[in-house]
């Protein structure tokens, strides 16, 4: 009897099975929250060669999880500590399949980076609006398989929004080939989307066709200065009022969000950092030229602080004015990162409820929580707040988490329940918030997932434990 | 023991459950190409009503028909001629459960006509952009059972699309509580999008929460004389770069389909109808103002006369003029009906291929049936046609149809799968199409289609026989 790994060898090449040596970039998440211990760490280079793969596992009894980028946030793609598992990566499978200007489409595999797909839309006149932090390293195949979100989803939508069709390898090691440039297409039951954010537990996405949009003629960059999240969201509406879908860009960052980039980054120049309690960052992309751009944004700009919403604002002249602004708001990770550990939460919560949620989440834990520091910034066009807890000043970070963690996260993911919010808007569940989701999804829902899972993976073989418990 | 007919008007109301009389609202299509039997048609008030009525057929053996405004496409909303099925009709679920402005999203009941969301979206100063043409009598729980797309996906996308959450009572009689105001939300599989589009064979939509957008400043209609298919397409490419997201409708009208409207309702004035082989209408959607939009169209229009691609173009002075194009537009299907029974297709191409898939089918068509008369129309902007075919001139419709409808079917269907396309863009699969779906989708797929069904509908109580046999 040949053993699994010599079958995964004779499949894919010796090459590319790895058993021995330093497998820390695929059996550790980048936020270094878990580490694994995987039986192999296997990468074929073809669809072909990922179904054989999971035939072979399924064959044998040994559960598979499927890897991009690995620059997940929630350990959805790294193995558990048996030993067990075989991390199926697909960074081999990197090609563009094509590209169909007149359609608006192309095709990639799913090991793609993200960056390649955006450059190769570029190179052929057309834009792919899928943008986010981890970009230079995160694969499509792994955008897809979680709905990443991003910063343009108030002009264009999740990674669900943005794909047409998947070529897929089921939990039996068939092919799906599902790709498709079809705009409209009702025949049968919507596989693309259960797939798509189903983090690999119902089968491994191996291609995916992708919708392009014409290039904008420019994109410009504001920053205002406002003096509450309730003036943020009434700054939103009139700014989709004003750009109509020119809107591609509305993040807001709290004060001592903006406080850390600057003691952390003190050559990062953080506009009206001093006087306001929020900066709002807003894109205008338009398909005329840069100068209706700037026409629009001043119009915009000039309303909002007719109306008393916005107290002070700043358009960039230039490209590289632009990347300053958007560089700020980018490190704010960073910075709160170098001030210590923290407790980081990705809700959304309706638009409207954000400022009431904020207030009184806000109170909550500052009467829980002696000195606790509120690092709040996100995707406000979206409803999506980064709500992050950082220790009191000066206390021991270390500890804090470790004695204030379930309690921070228990109130904030109780206030976002009360708000009719959700506790991952764009990161998923994976691993990480697997235990908290049956406390916060519909007892009806879980039920109905559970039944896909089970017809879809009867032998529980793609990435069981994540998503739903096993 | 009581009967399911007791059951049933214990549940509703003896007035809302009917047995007697005549039931051809209910029993028969629209267009009159089914006339089924209910045991009853059941018209609930409430969601809590229809999760009683569906534990009630379940627990009795008696399988339902989820029906909204009666003007599906595929005979899939009425009853088989058993008379054992009970039609579950949604019309008396017709509240707007409220409208979050700030949100930007409203939440109906099922039963709400599609019109009637359009104007209370409006009433709120918003715009909710779903539109087709049955409009006035469709519901928008028949919108999001079948995924409806219509003459604005060019720009905001289908049903699918514009549907942020969902109410559904499931095969077990279950309410789950799906409605969502976030654009954002990662916590497990996408049930939302598995309901819409299956065509109430996994459980009823009740409700749902839709997604609004800010009320265009002005909607501008352009007509344009165009020599090719080929030529419609560049067209349709020049369109997305000048006018970006303001590109809301582009449709195109072959001579024939014209030529129709004119000589069964000679007081239209179809423009330049005599000399041009297509015809293509633009609508320009602007945030800003009439004028802008006007200069844009201008502009557009100017480009593609000096590349050669538009012989000549009007663009509507006022809205009884756009309303004028459009309706010449609209009274395709109408003209068709009158000139006599035909054979209709509803498919999508990838945008790219259209030109080669219509000069190679119709060359095939006029090849095997002599004299066969094409009428092609349709949603250009979503690659979507609706592919007729009409009897030679003075000959025998009926004769035709029974004689002919079969091979056009396949010859017509066979092209489409040859290029890529859907069988169904828009209309989906009901009765209608269920035997044909087999031949053209994949058998991965279908078998992952089975396991679902098989998973959240094991009794098989809803909508059987649609989509899937049963």
Request: proline share 4%; hydrophobic share 45%; charged share 20%.
């Amino acid at each position: 009897m040949t053993s699994l790994t010599d079958q995964l060898r004779a499949i894919v090449g010796a090459p590319h099975v790895l058993t021995e040596g330093d497998l820390s970039a695929y059996e550790q998440d980048w936020r270094k929250r878990v580490h694994g211990k995987a039986l192999a760490v296997v990468r074929p280079a073809s669809t072909q060669e990922v179904a054989a793969v999971v035939r072979a596992c399924a064959a044998a009894g040994t559960s598979l999880v499927p890897q991009g980028g690995n620059t997940g946030m929630v350990c959805g793609g790294v193995p558990d500590t048996s030993g067990r598992q075989v991390v199926l990566n697909l960074q081999r499978m990197k090609a563009v399949r094509g590209i169909d200007r007149d359609n608006m489409t192309m095709t990639v595999e799913a090991g793609c980076v993200l960056q390649a797909v955006q450059e190769a839309a570029d190179a052929a006149g057309l834009f792919f609006p899928l943008s986010l932090a981890a970009e230079g390293s995160c694969t499509i195949g792994g955008n897809l398989a979680t709905n990443a979100g991003g910063t343009q989803v108030v002009r264009y939508g999740n990674a669900r929004e943005l794909c047409l069709g998947l070529e897929v390898v089921n939990a039996q090691g068939e092919t799906w080939d599902g790709l498709s440039g079809l705009r409209k297409d009702n025949t049968g039951y919507d596989l693309r989307d259960l797939f798509i954010g189903a983090e690999g537990t119902l089968g491994v996405i191996t291609a995916a066709t992708l919708k392009l949009y014409p290039k904008p003629a420019a994109a410009l960059t504001a920053w205002a200065a406002i003096g509450s999240m309730a003036d943020a969201v009434r700054l939103l509406e009139m700014a989709h009022l004003h750009l109509g879908a020119g809107l591609t860009g509305f993040e807001v960052m709290g004060q001592f969000a903006l406080s850390l980039v600057t003691k952390h980054f003190p050559q990062q120049r953080v506009p009206f950092a001093a006087e306001s309690p929020w900066g709002v960052l807003i894109e205008n992309s338009d398909h005329e030229s840069e100068a209706h751009a700037r026409a629009q944004f001043e119009q915009l700009l000039e309303a909002a602080m007719e109306a008393g919403l916005v107290t002070d604002a700043v358009v960039a002249e230039n490209i590289a004015q632009a990347h300053q602004l958007w560089h700020v708001r980018e490190s704010i990770p960073l910075a709160q990162a170098q001030e210590g550990l923290n407790i980081k939460h990705d809700i959304s919560v309706p638009i409207s409820r954000i400022p009431a949620f904020c207030d009184e989440t806000d109170a909550l834990l500052r009467r829980e929580i002696a000195g606790v520091r509120l690092v709040n910034f996100g995707h406000l066009g979206d409803g999506n707040l980064h709500y992050n807890v950082q220790a009191p000043e000066g206390g021991d970070a270390p500890k804090f988490l470790r004695e204030q963690e379930a309690r921070v996260n228990g109130i904030v993911h109780d206030q976002v329940a009360k708000f009719g919010g959700s506790i991952s808007a764009e990161h998923g569940i994976g691993s990480l918030k697997v235990d908290k989701l049956p406390h916060y999804k519909s007892p009806v829902a879980l039920s109905m997932m559970r039944a896909i899972k089970g017809a879809l993976d009867p032998e529980n073989v793609m990435n069981p434990g994540r998503v739903l418990h096993g």
